[in-house]
């Protein structure tokens, strides 16, 4: 059977803002997993690049390290795009319903939401363009 549930306007705002909530800590959550593992790879990279690292696997581990970097940092840009794309559906479902009008807001106006996206995209770009600056760089060197 396919009951329909419906939510008070009180239910469904608590919900709104507990989805918000929670899609807002998977980001975070994200970004802090993505940062402690790229920082065991720029440890890792310095490692292998040392003087003392025979070459054959410095110049393997030289490439492989940023590669993973890169791709760990795009898996990760795509899990907080996947995020924002989540809370701009539960924002359209609570702008649809005449109550919004009644509660306090559950998020921010649409610029204010951009500005505040833009650190959650910007460190997994920053670790991107490191990395492939860093590949650059010991292309040359080697």
């Known amino acids: 059977m396919n009951k329909e549930i419906y939510l008070s306007d009180k239910e469904f705002y608590e919900y709104t803002v507990h989805q918000i909530e929670r899609e807002q800590d998977l980001v975070n959550t994200r970004i802090s997993w993505t940062l402690t593992f790229e920082g ?36 990760s840009l795509v899990g907080i795009y996947a995020a924002a794309l989540s809370k701009d559906t539960i924002k359209q479902r609570w702008t649809q319903r005449s109550a919004h009008k009644l ?19 910007g460190i997994p770009i920053v670790l991107i363009v490191s990395w492939f600056l860093l590949l650059i760089c010991l292309s040359f060197a080697a």
């Open 40 to 75: 065991f790879l720029f440890a890792a990279i310095a490692i292998a690049v040392r003087k003392d690292t025979p070459t054959a696997i410095g110049e393997l581990f030289g490439y492989i390290i940023p590669l993973i970097g890169i791709a760990v940092a795009m898996l």
């Open 103 to 121: 509660y306090p807001p559950t998020f921010g106006s649409r610029k204010i939401s951009a500005l505040g996206r833009i650190t959650s995209y």
